[in-house]
C-alpha cells in the first residue's frame, strides 16, 4: 500500500532530529543544529502552547517536517529558530552573529512576514499575503518553513476556540495550500487540504470518514488484486516497476462531489494507483501496457512529462475500467518524479542544483516568481494583490503553442489575449485578432489544450476597457490596467497643466513668475502634494479644484466674486474638451503637419483603421492613403510619401472587400449574409458565381469601423461548415 507522508512528530527530541539530519546529509554540522535547539529552548522556556505543552515541541516538529521535505540544514535551523525573534525579543543581529547569514535570513524573513500589526483582518490577510510573496522572491525557503510551520499549526488546531480554528483554516486554504501547490509539494497541499475541510466543514469531514473506512477492508482488498494484475502485465513485458494503490484524500473527494454535485455514492473514481519506474522510456511503456489490458476513458489522459506544470510536476495521468468495472486512476512517473511531486522544489533543488545555500539561491530563478515580482511592482493596493496571486497560484490550466513550437500555460478559458500578453505585453496591446489552428477567431473565443495561437497585431492597436473583462489571465488584466491609467494619467497631466497655466494667464501670472518666487511649495504643502507635477495631475483628474489653488498662491489676488471667476468656472470643461480632439474630427486620417488637407482613400487597396498606412500626395487630389503592403506603394516616389497615422478621434465605416470561396450548397449566399448582417454589419454589395469544380465564389463588400471587427466578419465566415476560405480582396 502506498502512505502519504506522515507530518506528525510524536515525542520528537533533539536527539532524534539530529539522528534524521544525519542520514539525509551525512556531512551535516549537527553541532550548530544542537547550539540552535539550546538558543530556541532556552528563549522559549517561559512560553506554553494552547494544549499546555512546551513551546519548544512546536519548533522541533516544524524541524522534523522540513526533514521529511528534504530541506537542506541552513532551513532545519531556520525552522527551529523562526519564532524567536518575534516572539522571544531576539535580535536579529545577534541571530546572525550566531547562526550566519544564510540561517538569519530565513528568520528575519519568516518573522517580517508576521511581525506588522493592521487595522482590519481583510488588510492583515492581505498585506501578510504579498509579504509572503516578495519573502519567496528573495528565498524560497523562508516560504517552505513557514508552510513546515503552518502544517504543525493545523495539525494541533483543536486546542483553539472555534472562532479561530475557522479564521486559520480558511487563510490556511486561501494562502498556504495554493502556494504548497506552486511550489509543487503535493503531500503539503494534500495534507492542508484535509486539515482545512475537518475545521471548515466538519460535519462532511467526519462523514467522509466515516463512509471511507466501512468499506475500508473491501477497498483494501480491491487495491491489492488490482496492483496484482497489474505487476503481472508488466512482467509478461519483462518491465520492472513499484504499483501503489491508494483512496483519494477527503478534500479530493468533497471537490469531487460538490462539481458533479452528486453524493459521495455516485463517485466513482475514489481510487489511485502510482506507478513507479527507472526512466521515462519505461513510462510511456507501462501507459502503452495498461492502455491495452484496461479500457481507458476517453479525454482522462494526460501528459505532464512532455508539458510539466509550471511547478515543475512530471506524470502520466490516464483513468482506466480497471476490474469489476471500476474507474481507476493511474499515474505512471519515474523515481526522482515522484520525489519531486512529493516534497516539490526541494526534490528540484536536490537533483539539479546539488544542494547548499547557491542551490537555493538558484531555485528563486522560477519564471512564476519573477512574475509575481513583477505584479508586486505594479500594484499598488495588497488586497489587489492578493486577488491577482491567488488567481495565478493555480497551477491547473490548459497548454497550448505558439506557431514555432513553444508551449504557454493559461487558465481554464483563457482567450488569444491571454495568450498575446503571455508571449509579452507589447504583442498584447497591439493584438488585433488570432488565428487559432490556422483559422481566424474572435478575441472572445476560448483556447483549448493542445491549439497553435497565431496573434495578429497591428501599430495601430491599442488596449480599451472592454478587454479587462475579456481575460482570464492576472497577467493581461493586470498590463491592459496599466496601459489605461498610463493613458488617463497622460491626459489628466495634459489638462491639469493647461489649466493652471491658462488660470494664471488670467490672473496675469506664469508658472516661471511663481516657481523663482517658490509659492508653489505653500500650494503643495498644503494639499500633500510632492511636485507641480503631481499637482497638475491632482488637477486634470479634478481631485484638486483650480480655485483652491488660485486661493493657496500668495502672489495671485483670487476673490470668489472677482470677473475672472466667471472664466475659471468654464476653463476646465474647455480644456477637456479640446483634450480630447487630439485631430480634426472630419477626418478619418491625421497628416503630419498639414492642417484642412483633402484625404482619401486607395481604391486599390482600401485601407482601414488598423492596417498599418502611408500617405502620397497627388496633385490636384491631395493625400491618397494605401496600406503599406499595396503594390502602389512599392511603385510611388518616396519624395511623395508622408507621415500619416488613424485618426481615434474619427468615427466612421470604411468599405472593404471579402473574397469567399465555398462549396456549392443550395442557400449558402442567403446564410453568409444573414451571419454578416447578424454582426451589424452593412453589406454594400455581393457577387456570387458557381465554379466548374462544384465550388462557389462570392465577392462581398462589407462596411467596418476598423481591423479588429473586419476580422469578426472573417472569423464569422470561416466558422461555417461550407465556406472552404475567406480572405480580404
Partial sequence: MYHRIDFSHEDITIDELARRVKSNHPDADIDLLKRAYEFAELHHRPQKRSSGEPYIIHPLNVAATLIKLQMDLESIIGGLLHDVVEDCDVSEDEILEKFGRGIADIVIGCTKISKIKFKTKEESQAENFRKMVVAMAKDIRVIIVKLADRMHNMLTLQYVSKEKQVKKAQETLDIYVPLASRLGINSVKSELEDLCLRFLHPETYYRLAEKVSMKKHEREEYIKDCVLLVKDKFLEYAVKADVYGRPKHFYSIYKKMNNREVDFEQIQDLLAFRVIVDNITECYKCLGIIHSSFTPIPGRFKDYIAIPKVNGYQSLHTTVIGPKAERIEIQIRTYEMHEVAETGVAAHWKYKEGGGSSGAKQLNKLKWVEELMEYDRDIQKSSEFMDVVKNDLDAEGIFVFTPSG????????????????????????????????????????????????????????TPNKDWVKLVKTSKARTKIKQYLLKVDREKNLEIGTEILEKSLKEYNSSFKVLEKKNEFKKVLDSLNLKTIEELCLSIGSKRVNIKKVLELLPSIDYVEEDESKKKIDTLFNKVAGAAKKSAHKDNAVIVDGLDDIVVRMGKCCNPIPGDPITGFITRGR??????????????????????????????????????????????????????????????????????????????????????????????????????ISANRA
Fill in 622 to 723: 491631395g493625400i491618397t492613403i494605401h496600406t503599406m503592403k499595396c503594390e502602389r506603394v512599392r511603385q510611388s516616389d518616396d519624395l511623395r510619401k508622408v507621415d500619416v497615422a488613424w485618426n481615434s478621434a474619427y468615427s466612421f465605416r470604411h468599405a472593404v472587400a471579402i473574397r469567399v470561396i465555398t462549396h456549392d450548397r443550395p442557400g449558402i449566399l442567403s446564410r453568409i449574409t444573414n451571419n454578416i448582417n447578424a454582426q451589424g454589419v452593412n453589406i454594400k454589395g455581393a457577387i456570387a458565381k458557381s465554379l466548374p469544380d462544384l465550388k462557389g465564389s462570392f465577392l462581398f463588400e462589407v462596411e467596418v469601423k476598423d481591423y479588429s471587427e473586419f476580422l469578426k466578419v472573417i472569423s464569422i465566415i470561416e466558422a461555417m461548415e461550407e465556406v
Fill in 406 to 461: 513553444d508551449v504557454r500555460e493559461l487558465r481554464y478559458g483563457a482567450g488569444p489575449l491571454d495568450f498575446a500578453y503571455a508571449v509579452h505585453t507589447q504583442v498584447g496591446h497591439t493584438c488585433v485578432g488570432a488565428k487559432v489552428n490556422g483559422k481566424m477567431v474572435s478575441l472572445k473565443h476560448k483556447l483549448k489544450s493542445g491549439d497553435t495561437v497565431e496573434i495578429l497585431t497591428s501599430k495601430s492597436q
